[in-house]
């Protein structure tokens, strides 16, 4: 996931990422994910993060200000 992240980047790509981890989300090295969701995630949860990050919406439903 961190790796594939900094190549999609490192090419200038800037697609949001979504982190599913069984472990704790700390572990990611990404500096800027979009959402990181714990497993396991329920369906609901994880199409609310789609939305959110489809729409740039911060993770949580809080507009950026």
Same mark, same amino acid.
């Not at 329920?42 to 994880?46: K, V, Y």
């Given at each position: 996931g961190d790796e594939l992240a900094r190549? %999609? !980047?490192s &090419?200038? %790509?800037t697609l949001? @990422? @979504?982190y599913l981890s069984g472990?704790?989300?700390s572990l990611t090295h990404d500096p800027a994910p979009?959402? &990181?969701l714990q497993k396991p995630v #329920? !369906?609901?949860? %994880?199409v609310q993060a789609l939305r959110d990050v489809l729409t740039?919406?911060?993770i949580g439903g809080h507009?950026? #200000?």
């Open positions: 190549n %999609l !980047r &090419v200038g %790509l949001p @990422i @979504i472990y704790d989300s979009q959402a &990181v #329920t !369906r609901e949860r %994880l740039g919406m911060p507009p950026a #200000t």
